[in-house]
Structures are given as structure tokens and as C-alpha cells.
């Protein structure tokens, strides 16, 4: 047997896919599997039978370094590929491919034990995942399918293995295939499916190997009908998370006279806190805010959880009554104390509320002498009807309201001193409705439903309805909010309420923020806009603040910036 012969068989018994080409990308020599394999025999340039091939040893011939394991598809099949340089006096006269089925490489690895506890791994990872996975090869050929995607699909994993996406498509099992639209783009793909009248929505991610070649597709998919039914029963639920929205909604079926507490706001959720932890003691608390925010609803959430909740929770709008009367309405009476008073007398509200609550709102308006007598009480517990010499002990629990500044009032002589501190024991601020943004849409779609069975008819609001609304400012807090949810239930004429429906105001702040927003003339430059914008801030900034040091505070800038800018406006 010559040198060749023996060289020859020596490369046979390898029984790998062996190939030497030289630099013109001829076929020196080659192993009996590659002839069977590839369909290549010796003399056959390796640049128009295999391009891809040479591609890869076109950069080992030029000198630089050996290519290993790397992943190519030919002739139909995957391999895996090393390419090695031959030498002769360190000269390189050519290159030697060695070429390896990838399908018997996996048979071979998948037998070792270290193989086989990764491999156990993972499937356990796939088979366990709550989102379905599909993995295809580069072409859309269904390789894996998970138990979850069975599920989804309501169809076994060998039903689906080794078909294509197309045929699928084609047979209806699915309309769209995001592992198809990625095996095509190279790119990742998200897209809906409509399957069985529910909703799938598919993200596939592409998967390369070291030459950036396309080898996997991974697609998850997530049945995402059954999220939507999960959402709706998270934020049914969700006001039972926290331990002072537990405690109102278990209140809620009792008390309160069927009002709702809608408190999603920081703020919010903390004065509720607030009036849920002063309720068990009898402190005198004072609710500050402005008119229209639910004052008197704190109030009614303070003696609910009191002690006092048995007894009567009196209130008075000290505002809403003459001064020459607040004393009387108060104090009570006793007989001829005033031309036109009852022949009986008469007992006034602390009398009326013995062993509950009085709530006073609007306690800014009390007239001097009336605080005076208020205060007597605050400090001794005992009230003298007007008119009367005797006076008398009663238990009340008294709870206060204003939306004035009293520490100013008291600097103006307006308030005494003695019993703002009297009143002023624990305070709690309830917000305005426009700094609770959380709240707004609860709150808006809360009143139109109660509104709506109130009327006898369902009524709903459009995104576009929802928006402006929800963009209001609301000046007169939640009695302006409900107003106009009331109004728009009532004139509206269809199921659903639009734009056209809203209240002017509500609907030209609308307009108008989308003017600010969106309605740039063509051809106006990002910095025009930015410039417009920025004046547009520090007008107002002026209105809102009497110096620049008060506008850098509020617009977290130093106060040169801001002299600088006005400067810049032509606004100093």
C-alpha cells in the first residue's frame, strides 16, 4: 500500500466529514463521508459546491487563526466545523475542515452524566415556566413546545413537534406566528394571535450562533384574556392590601350612610390613616383643607370608629348660621331668653350630642363671644344655656373644620390664641382633590356608576372623556367632581359619555392642553418649542410667587438661573 493509499484510509477510518482544500479553494483530499454526505469528491472547487465553507476557511488561509467549533448549515444539515491550517516548513499551503454532524454530537453528549444533569435542568426550567415556550429552528420548524403552551393551546407537544409554522397558519391552528415573521427578519417580533376567541400574545427572540448565523427561535407566548381577569380581580382586591383600607371597607357596610372612601393618593391614604388612629381616643381634632374636599367624611370616619359610635354625631356648618343665633344653636336656651324663643326653652347641640360627637365646620366663623364659651367647655366640660344661670356637665367629643388659615386669623385678632391651641391637639389635612391624581379616575368612574343606577341607566366614558376629565383641576374639589359627574349622567343621551358631553370648562382646558401639548406649526424647532414652554412656566411662576427667590425655590433652581431667564424672556 503506497503513502496515499494509506493516508487515504487512515482518513476513512476516522469516520468524520474530512475536506483539504487549497488556496484556490480546491479539494486536495476528503474522507468517505464527506463524499456521502455532502456530495463532494475530489478536484471540486470549494468555492461554488460550499461558499459558506469557504467563507470560513478563506480567513484561516490568509493567516489568521484556526477556526473551532464553529456552527454551519450545509447541504441541509447542521455541523459543527473546525478549520485547521496545513503547514509545510510553516509555510500554508492549505487548510484541513473537519466537519461533525451536529444531531450525532447530541446523541453523543446527551449520554454524559454531566450533559444529562444540565439537560435535567433545564428542562425543568422550560416544563415549569407559567408562560408558554415554543422553540423552533431557523426556518419555523417546531422543535420544543412546553407544557404550559399545551395548555394555552389545549393540543400535546407531539401534535405540534416537527410541523412549521407556516402549515399551522395553514390549517388554522393559529392566524400569526411570531416565530415565523422572526425566522424571515432575523429580528425579534411581538404580535397578537386570536385563538379560540381568547387573546395570545407572542414575543420570539432570535438566538445566533458565533458567526451570526440564525439557529433557534424561542417564542413565549401568555394568554393574556386570562391576565385581564387577573387584573380585575387584583383591583377588586386591592383596597383589602393595606390594614386602614380593610378596616373601612369591613366599616363601609355599616356606616357612613353608604358614602365610599375612595383614597388611592399618598395624602389621602395617610389622613384616613390619621383619622382611623385619633378615632378610640377623645382628643379634640382639627381637619384642615378647602371647601369641598370631605372634611365632614373624616369626621363621620372619626366617630364611626370611636367609642361614641352608639351615640349621636351632631354637626353644624357654624358658617351657615346668623351670629345671633350660633350661640343659641349651640348653647341652647332657656325660656324668655330672647324675644321669639320657645316658651320651653330649648337645648342646644352640645346637649343634643351628650356622650357622641359635635363636629363643627366652618369654625373659623364663630364670633368672638361664641369662642369664649367654647372654649369654657373645652376646658371644663360644662355648658350654660343662654339665658340660664345653672350650668350643666355633658360628654361630648368635639371635632373641628375649616379651610382658613387660623394662625393668621389669630395674628389678626379674628381667633383666640387659647382655643386655637384647644382645638388644634391632633390636625389632619385632608387634600385637595387636584393634588390626589391617584384618585381621579376611581373616584370619576365611582360617581358615574352611583349616578347612573340612581337615574335607572348604566353610563359609561370614553378614554378620550376619561382624559379630560381626569386633567381638570377641580377648584371646587370632590362637590365640583361629583356635580359634574352628575350632570353628564343625567344630560347625556347616549349609553356612552364623550368629549361633547363634558362641561365647557372641563372640555376648553382640554382643548387647551392639547393646543400646549401637541398643536406645534410646521415647521417649528425642538428649541422654539422647548423656548415657548419655558416662558410659559415662569408666566405663571410670576403670577403664583411675589420674588425670584421664591420661584427658584418652587422650580428647584438656583436664583440666578432664574433672573437669567426672565432676562432671556424679556419677563424681569
Known amino acids: 500500500m503506497n503513502n496515499s493509499s494509506h493516508t487515504n484510509a487512515l482518513i476513512d477510518a476516522t469516520a468524520r466529514i474530512i475536506i483539504a482544500i487549497d488556496h484556490q479553494g480546491k479539494i486536495t483530499n476528503l474522507s468517505q463521508r464527506a463524499e456521502q454526505n455532502l456530495n463532494i469528491s475530489v478536484g471540486q472547487n470549494l468555492t461554488s459546491t460550499l461558499p459558506d465553507l469557504w467563507q470560513q476557511a478563506e480567513t484561516v488561509l490568509s493567516g489568521q487563526a484556526p477556526q473551532q467549533a464553529l456552527s454551519l448549515n450545509l447541504a441541509q444539515r447542521e455541523y459543527i466545523v473546525d478549520i485547521n491550517p496545513l503547514l509545510i516548513d510553516n509555510n500554508i499551503i492549505g487548510v484541513v475542515c473537519t466537519l461533525v454532524d451536529s444531531q450525532q454530537l447530541e446523541a453523543m453528549t446527551s449520554n454524559l452524566p454531566s450533559f444529562q444533569t444540565l439537560s435535567r435542568e433545564l428542562d ?144 389621602m391614604i395617610r389622613a384616613l390613616q390619621q383619622a382611623i388612629r385619633v378615632a378610640p381616643a377623645d382628643s379634640s381634632v382639627l381637619v384642615l ?47 324668655g331668653a330672647f324675644t321669639g324663643a320657645l316658651a320651653s326653652g330649648k337645648p342646644g347641640h352640645f346637649e343634643l350630642a351628650d356622650g357622641g360627637t359635635l363636629f363643627l365646620d366652618e369654625v373659623a366663623e364663630l364670633p368672638l363671644p361664641s369662642q369664649v ?41 379674628l381667633f383666640r390664641l387659647d382655643l386655637y391651641y384647644r382645638l388644634n391637639v391632633i390636625p389632619i389635612q385632608v387634600p385637595a382633590v387636584r393634588e390626589r391624581r391617584d384618585c381621579f379616575v376611581p373616584l370619576l368612574r365611582h360617581y ?39 350632570r353628564v349622567v343625567v344630560m347625556s343621551e347616549t349609553a356612552t359619555i364623550d368629549l361633547p358631553d363634558l362641561p365647557a370648562q372641563v372640555a376648553q382646558r382640554n382643548n387647551n392642553l392639547a393646543y400646549n401639548s401637541l398643536d406645534w406649526p410646521e415647521g417649528t424647532s425642538l428649541q422654539a418649542a422647548l423656548d415657548h414652554v419655558e416662558k410659559n412656566i415662569l408666566e405663571k411662576a410670576q403670577q403664583r410667587f411675589s420674588n425670584q427667590t421664591e420661584v427658584a425655590k418652587a422650580l428647584g433652581v438656583n436664583q440666578s438661573t432664574i433672573a437669567r431667564k426672565l432676562k432671556r424672556h424679556n419677563l424681569s
Open 373 to 413: 364659651k367654647l372654649l369654657r367647655f373645652l376646658e371644663d366640660g360644662r355648658i350654660t344655656r343662654l339665658g340660664g344661670t345653672n350650668s350643666k356637665n355633658v360628654d361630648v367629643r368635639v371635632l373641628a373644620a375649616t379651610h382658613r388659615d387660623l394662625e393668621k386669623m389669630v395674628e389678626e385678632g
Open 124 to 267: 425543568t426550567i422550560i416544563d415549569s415556566s407559567s408562560d408558554g415556550l415554543f422553540v423552533c429552528d431557523a426556518n419555523a420548524n417546531v422543535i420544543r413546545v412546553n407544557p404550559a403552551s399545551e395548555r394555552i393551546h389545549q393540543t400535546s407537544a407531539q401534535k405540534l413537534i416537527g410541523r412549521n409554522m407556516r402549515e399551522l397558519i395553514e390549517s388554522g391552528f393559529i392566524d400569526r406566528s411570531a416565530a415565523l415573521e422572526t425566522s424571515q427578519t432575523k429580528k425579534p417580533a411581538s404580535l397578537l394571535q386570536n385563538k379560540d376567541g381568547r387573546k395570545l400574545i407572542s414575543i420570539a427572540t432570535p438566538v445566533f450562533n458565533d458567526t451570526g448565523e440564525l439557529i433557534r427561535v424561542v417564542v413565549s407566548e401568555r394568554d393574556i384574556t386570562e391576565i385581564d381577569t387577573l387584573q380585575r380581580e387584583l383591583e377588586a382586591q386591592e383596597a383589602i392590601s393595606d390594614q386602614f383600607r380593610e378596616q373601612m371597607l369591613a366599616m363601609q357596610h355599616a356606616e357612613l350612610d353608604s358614602k365610599q372612601i375612595i383614597a388611592r393618593s399618598p395624602e
Open 289 to 335: 383643607g378647602e371647601s369641598g374636599v370631605g372634611k365632614g367624611l373624616i369626621a363621620d370616619l372619626i366617630h364611626k370608629n370611636s367609642r361614641r359610635e352608639t351615640n349621636p354625631l351632631i354637626k353644624i356648618n357654624c358658617g351657615a348660621i346668623p351670629e345671633s343665633l350660633i350661640e343659641a344653636e349651640l348653647f341652647g336656651y332657656e325660656k
Open 448 to 486: 358615574i356608576d352611583l349616578f347612573g343606577q340612581q337615574a335607572g341607566s348604566k353610563k359609561r366614558l370614553t378614554r378620550a372623556a376619561l382624559d379630560a376629565l381626569a386633567n381638570y383641576p377641580y377648584p371646587g374639589n370632590v362637590r365640583e367632581l361629583m356635580n359634574i359627574c352628575e
